[in-house]
């Protein structure tokens, strides 16, 4: 299993990329530790800002990439 995956958001709504983010949350493996998220910066702000103000029990800490179209989640280690 994989130490961490990648969701590429690109071409999606908001709306469609939260229920991607939940998806993803919900369903992730129990070994992987970081979520990078790519949001892209070039055609708005609407997906990077759905992605550093997302929420969910699992995510750690938030890290905002030296590349500016995408954010890692650090993930929660399990119990």
Same mark, same amino acid.
């Given at each position: 299993m994989p130490y961490s995956i990648t969701v590429d958001l690109h071409g999606h709504t908001?709306?469609?990329?939260?229920?991607?983010?939940?998806f993803t949350m919900k369903n992730l493996p129990k070994d992987v530790r970081e979520v990078e998220?790519?949001?892209?910066?070039? $055609?708005?702000?609407?997906?990077?800002?759905?992605?550093?103000?997302? $929420?969910?029990?699992?995510?750690?800490?938030?890290?905002?990439?030296?590349? $500016?179209?995408s954010t890692l989640f650090l993930i929660r280690r399990s119990s």
């Open positions: 908001r709306e469609s990329a939260r229920d991607l983010l939940n998220v790519i949001h892209g910066y070039r $055609q708005g702000t609407a997906l990077r800002d759905l992605v550093r103000n997302y $929420q969910n029990a699992r995510i750690e800490r938030k890290i905002l990439s030296m590349n $500016q179209g």
